[in-house]
């Protein structure tokens, strides 16, 4: 039952019966959005939530925590994990709620009032079970009696204390940040997690998806818990949880990964990229600031960095980031390559004003909801005259896939006017391209496009594994390859394209 995932909770705070969320602590003036806590509940859980945070404010507010029992005892019996606070002042609330099917219990203002509760609660139900609920003003002064007084304790020192009576977990709420959608106070969510040692989910804030990115992308912080900006449709549930879930895959088939980098038609695939990039840089081109954004493992720009440029090699994985970091110290480029762990949602904020010269943006956008709004950062991040190269799966070859590698005509046929299909690496769904559609977007955005290649024109169509390995058959794979990349019509059914477009 533990979360080893990053994990979105929904928030659904109840006050007389209805789910209210307040504004920076103005507990006096609720804003209502939705009259039926259990409905609201089951409209999460359609749209893919596993877990939802739900908060008892009566109880919070010492008043009569009973007005919604009969509420969270049917929420409790929903297809839901469920995280439970509000009022828990005693063992026998704790027991109340693990009882009708709570999976999380928090605790909160009896953590200062009642430190031994926690403790019990802990040896009772374990520390998966009970987490620790630190609601802190800007000041980072704990508030107790759903924020009506001051704990007289910092944040930091109620984490640490709490951490020897076996606390794991903590939901930091920012008081001046809840409600207002405006961004979270990462920067005390990551301190809080660094000086405790404690795993925090970060509350008060959520405005966007950018925000839930930059949240998920910190050692230390295991969720977010999002309430005002679901209600009023700013974020979108689903958005989220598949950008979160995104992360996951592409850790969780890291090996899967490299060992296809490994293949024979993967390292030509590098290599007919590079050679098409070289085209577009000059043989004495001084050293160049280039991002790869959504590099990876950084395989596309480890070939720029050993030709003296400068990388940030941007990715949602760590793990992808220190797999590149081994591979450019290894190669002695390391002095070349700095790495960032973001998600590319945010790059805007790590690189506000225009200072690349290159932007590499490689089989990324395929993942995302919508290219359009990556596509304009990518954008904004170059110099006039710079170039974008991206490269992405080429729709005009699905059908090609089908029937020559899987010998199955009706996928074949049915993949003619399907965008999307399943990466296998990844084991997700991405989205498939043409080459005119994407150009065609870009010019509207103000460039030029230099070049339209083919990256395996001929490569996936022909032949079997064992044949491409033999050395006599690859070289004349390569040679044809190379021809083709950059013919009409033939790249237009390459299994992937990549185009090159300049910054006017």
Same mark, same amino acid.
């Given at each position: ?14 006050? *007389? ?5 307040? =504004?920076? %602590? ?39 925590? /009973? *007005? *919604?029992?009969? @509420? ?12 439970? %606070? ?26 200062? #009032?009642?430190?031994?509760?926690? &403790? ?35 944040? /930091? ?10 606390? =794991? ?53 295991? %969720? ?5 900006? @679901?209600?009023?449709?700013? @974020?979108?549930?689903?958005? &989220? ?18 060992? #296809?980098?490994? /293949?024979?038609? &993967? ?7 590079? *050679? ?39 990715? /949602? ?117 043409? &080459? ?38 690859? #070289? ?29």
């Amino acid at each position: 039952m533990s979360i080893n995932k990053f994990t979105i909770f929904p928030a659904i705070h109840i006050r *007389n019966g209805v789910v209210v969320r307040f =504004t920076k %602590g103005d507990i006096d003036h609720p804003i209502v959005f939705h009259t039926d806590p259990v409905a609201c509940a089951q409209q999460w859980i359609d749209q893919g939530a596993i877990w939802l945070q739900v908060i008892n404010l009566d109880a919070a507010f010492d008043e009569d925590a /009973t *007005n *919604n029992w009969s @509420l969270i005892k049917k929420m409790a019996d929903l297809d839901v994990n469920i995280q439970f %606070g509000g009022g828990i002042r005693s063992m026998d609330d704790v027991h109340w709620a693990m009882k009708i099917g709570i999976k999380r219990v928090i605790i909160g203002t009896a953590a200062i #009032e009642e430190p031994q509760l926690m &403790a019990d609660a802990i040896v009772a139900y374990g520390s998966d079970s009970i987490i620790l609920g630190i609601d802190a003003d800007e000041a980072g002064e704990v508030k107790i009696h759903g924020w009506k007084a001051g704990g007289s304790v910092q944040a /930091t020192s109620l984490a640490i204390q709490m951490r020897h009576f076996g606390v =794991t977990t903590a939901i930091l709420t920012s008081i001046h940040l809840d409600g207002s959608m405006t961004g979270v106070d990462l920067e005390a969510s990551i301190a809080l997690s660094q000086v405790s040692g404690l795993n925090i989910i970060v509350g008060g804030g959520i405005g966007s998806l950018a925000d839930v990115s930059d949240c998920y992308n910190n050692a230390g912080i295991t %969720g977010v818990i999002v309430g005002k900006a @679901l209600y009023t449709g700013n @974020l979108e549930l689903k958005k &989220a949880l598949r950008a979160s879930t995104k992360r996951d895959s592409f850790e969780s088939n890291l090996n899967q990964w490299k060992k #296809e980098q490994n /293949t024979t038609w &993967a390292k030509f695939s590098y290599e007919l990229v590079e *050679n098409n990039l070289k085209k577009h840089i000059p043989v004495d081109s001084p050293p160049l600031r280039i991002l790869d954004a959504g590099g990876g493992n950084g395989v596309d720009s480890l070939a720029l960095a050993r030709m003296n440029h400068q990388i940030d090699l941007v990715d /949602t994985s760590q793990q992808m980031l220190d797999d590149a970091n081994v591979t450019a110290a290894l190669s002695g480029a390391s002095g070349r390559i700095q790495t960032h762990a973001l998600d590319i949602l945010s790059l805007g904020k790590k690189f506000p004003e225009p200072e690349f010269d290159i932007v590499l943006c490689h089989n990324v956008i395929q993942f995302v909801d919508d290219p359009e709004p990556v596509l304009d950062m990518m954008l904004k991040m170059l110099h006039p005259g710079g170039f974008l190269s991206l490269i992405t799966a080429n729709q005009y070859s699905s059908a090609y896939q089908a029937a020559f590698l899987e010998s199955d005509l009706d996928k074949a046929y049915d993949s003619l006017d399907q965008t999307i299909q399943y990466s296998s690496t990844f084991k997700m769904e991405m989205q498939e391209f043409r &080459a005119n559609e994407l150009s065609e977007i870009l010019q509207d955005k103000g460039c030029e496009i230099e070049n339209h290649y083919g990256i395996r024109c001929m490569y996936n169509y022909w032949g079997t594994n064992e044949e491409k390995n033999d050395f006599e058959v690859n #070289e004349k794979l390569r040679k044809l390859e190379f021809e083709l990349s950059n013919r009409e019509p033939y790249k237009h059914t390459a299994r992937l394209f990549q185009l090159i477009a300049r910054k006017q």
